[in-house]
């Protein structure tokens, strides 16, 4: 449970989902897909698992794994689209062996399509790469790293900038895959990208979040770099799947950025050693549409004006939030 975070907990959630959110809250799983994906997993554990033998109580104790497992990382809305998927309709059965089974299966449906649907995006974002390209990206971003692995399999060289991503350095992560997948990676730290970003044709980025006017949530540092790509004319694709359109922000609601802990700046003895200063360590920010070239999804790709139709398309405009009672 991180600061400020309710102690309480519902008696019936079971150890697997507090491992899970456990993990994701100090990042041992990380990354917006990642996450959607073990908060899945966990869900199936919970229903398979409960010792709930009516259909109420155990739809309480889906309902209560859900709530903890949202109260992990509140900014990529890959977590709750995966909590509503899998809790879709849990409303219905009357029985628990039935419920039991319908989360079980909409857990693994769901799991299988969202691995599916990165395949997908990264065919349709390889189709932006040419032979001899020079990517930037930042951080760590499974469905980038599918969009280069997609361009590799056609055959294309490509090389890459990538960005160490202060404070937590998830571009050492990126940088090791795209070697591994004979990339030609020069790691540069954050505060290089504009001195190189004139020499590269693309900048390549995941997302936590896209809200319905097209604007891109994604690690801290990810809209400076857009900025400065747009100023030199440098296009700016975000590589990033329907699981990642927030179905909330057509309703008005307002993506939270998460705020990490001080310490992952600057550690304890070297804040004493500057003296009294503050730290702040978003996590997050978020990129507005203007500098966004195309969102590249598993459906296709799409100008950040037309996120809002997918939208609308994939969620409605009444989003469930079945982890409420
Ligand atoms: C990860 C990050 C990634 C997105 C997309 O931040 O910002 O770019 O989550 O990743 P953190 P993916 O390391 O803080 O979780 O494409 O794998 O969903």
New binding site residues.
């Given amino acids: 449970v991180g600061p400020g975070r309710s102690a309480a907990v519902a008696p019936d959630v079971h150890p697997a989902v507090r491992e899970t959110a456990a993990d994701i809250d100090e990042?041992r799983v990380?990354?917006?897909?990642?996450?959607?994906d073990a908060a899945a997993a966990a869900l199936a554990r919970q229903a398979a698992e409960s010792e709930a033998d009516d259909a109420d109580s155990l739809r309480e104790a889906l309902r209560a794994a859900a709530r903890e497992l949202l109260d992990t990382?509140p900014t990529?809305v890959?977590l709750p689209n995966a909590l509503r998927d899998v809790l879709a309709d849990i409303e219905g059965p009357s029985d628990a062996a039935t419920l039991r089974e319908q989360v079980r299966e909409r857990a693994a449906a769901f799991r299988e399509r969202v691995a599916e649907a990165?395949d997908e995006l990264g065919r349709v974002g390889a189709g932006r790469l040419a032979d001899g390209d020079v990517l930037m990206t930042?951080?760590?971003?499974?469905?980038?790293?599918?969009c280069v692995a997609a361009a590799r399999e056609r055959g294309h060289d490509l090389s890459a900038y990538v960005t160490e991503?202060r404070p937590?350095n998830?571009g050492h992560r990126t940088a090791r895959e795209l070697v591994d997948l004979g990339v030609d990676v020069t790691v540069v730290v954050d505060g290089a990208a504009r001195h190189f970003v004139n020499d590269v044709d693309h900048v390549l980025?995941?997302?936590?979040t896209v809200a319905a006017d097209g604007s891109v949530v994604?690690?801290i540092g990810?809209c400076g770099l857009a900025a400065n790509a747009r100023d030199c004319g440098t296009p700016v694709t975000v590589?990033?799947?329907t699981?990642?359109l927030d179905p909330e922000t057509l309703t008005g609601h307002a993506v939270e950025i998460?705020e990490r802990d001080p310490d992952e700046v600057l550690a304890p003895a070297d804040r004493e050693a500057i003296g009294d200063v503050s730290v702040a360590n978003p996590?997050?920010d978020v990129t507005p549409p203007r500098y966004v070239d195309a969102v590249v999804t598993e459906r296709g790709q799409f100008p950040p004006t037309s996120v809002v139709t997918l939208m609308r398309e994939v969620y409605g405009t009444d989003p469930a939030r079945p982890w409420e009672a």
Avoid: P, W, Y
């Avoid at 990380?30 to 959607?36: T, V």
């Avoid at 930042?138 to 790293?145: G, L, P």
């Fill in positions: 990042m990380r990354g917006a897909a990642a996450i959607a990382r990529a890959s990165q930042h951080c760590h971003s499974t469905a980038v790293v599918a991503t937590r998830q980025v995941g997302a936590d994604n690690k990810t590589a990033a799947g699981l990642k998460e996590a997050f």
